[in-house]
């Protein structure tokens, strides 16, 4: 694969996932204002990995355009994606604080909920071109009675606040979970086995 990759993402646990397939990258998050026009959890996903992929992917075309100098030319790729999680018809993004955590905690107890991630990969091709290509997949999680002392210990981990739905599957949290249909990977933050068979099929 001749393509320098971007991950347009600060999150570890994407880092992680997709040093687990192979792949060298840098990193270069995006801090664009997120705009959402949708309220169907996969169209919310894939427009909110667009908007960080192609914010990512102009900063850096543009400084190609202003630095030739000291930039050579190569093919990138660039890679946003974003994670959502949906219960009993809402969306569920990082709870605003403790209470919120606690309120998302509680619509996931004893229920199923779906977890989608967006995709958008990028291209900036050497000779000017660009290109782009988007996808999601989507994971169901059931999840077993979570007490309300369980809940509160929960939170006070910290561990649920900076992530989709208040939890992390990878972390404290996966005592909770009954079962899990689809890609485990996916609930992480990025379906990095669907990735793979994209590019694959694409490049």
Known sequence: MDYKI????????????LEKIGLEFDICPSDKDEIVTSMVPSEVCVELSRQKALDVASSIKTYNETHPEITSPQDI??????????????ILGKPEDEADAKRMLGMLSDNTHEVYTGVTIVFIYKDGRAGEYSFFESTKVTC?????????????????????????IQGLFIKHVKKIDGEYANVVGLPVARLYQELKNTL
């Open 6 to 17: 971007v991950l347009a993402s600060a999150s570890p646990r994407r880092k992680e996932l």
């Open 144 to 168: 077993y009675p979570i007490t309300e002392k369980d809940i509160d210990d929960y939170i006070s981990s910290g561990e649920p606040m900076d992530k989709a739905g208040a939890y992390g």
């Open 77 to 90: 790729m660039v890679i946003g994606a974003d994670t959502i999680v949906y219960c009993d018809g809402q």
